[in-house]
């Protein structure tokens, strides 16, 4: 079946910076809109990035706006979130997620295929 393995996130200090990773399997990655989401304790999986197959076009929250670059490497069927001015607020699980269409792409209901998710802490 359809994998997606998220790795790259970790404990990074205020102002630091880190670059997650999620590899897809058993798709046709371009035929996909790949998205980032975040999950933090008590709270709801929220959007935090999307980019179309191509990558022609992304979006992002406004709270990673300007800190943050979602990217796709096809041929290695990966998607990277690198975020930078890292934030405490930014610390939560972090997933990927497949979606078909670029439809509703900030909505979890669009997205097929999730990972099993990354930690981020960032320390004060």
């Known amino acids: 079946q359809v994998q997606l393995v998220e790795s790259g996130g970790g404990l990074a200090q205020t102002g630091g910076s880190l670059r997650l990773s999620c590899v897809a399997s058993r798709l046709t990655f371009s035929n996909y809109v790949m998205g980032w989401f975040r999950q933090a304790p008590g709270k709801e999986r929220e959007f935090v990035a999307a980019i179309t197959g191509y990558g022609e076009v992304t979006r992002y929250a406004d709270s990673v706006k300007d800190r943050s670059t979602i990217s796709r490497d096809n041929a290695k069927n990966t998607v990277y979130l690198q975020m930078n001015s890292l934030k405490p607020e930014d610390t939560a699980v972090y997933y990927c997620?497949?979606?078909?269409?670029?439809?509703?792409?900030?909505?979890?209901?669009?997205?097929?295929?999730w990972g099993q998710g990354t930690q981020v802490t960032v320390s004060a």
């Open positions: 997620g497949a979606a078909p269409t670029w439809r509703a792409y900030a909505s979890r209901a669009s997205y097929n295929y």
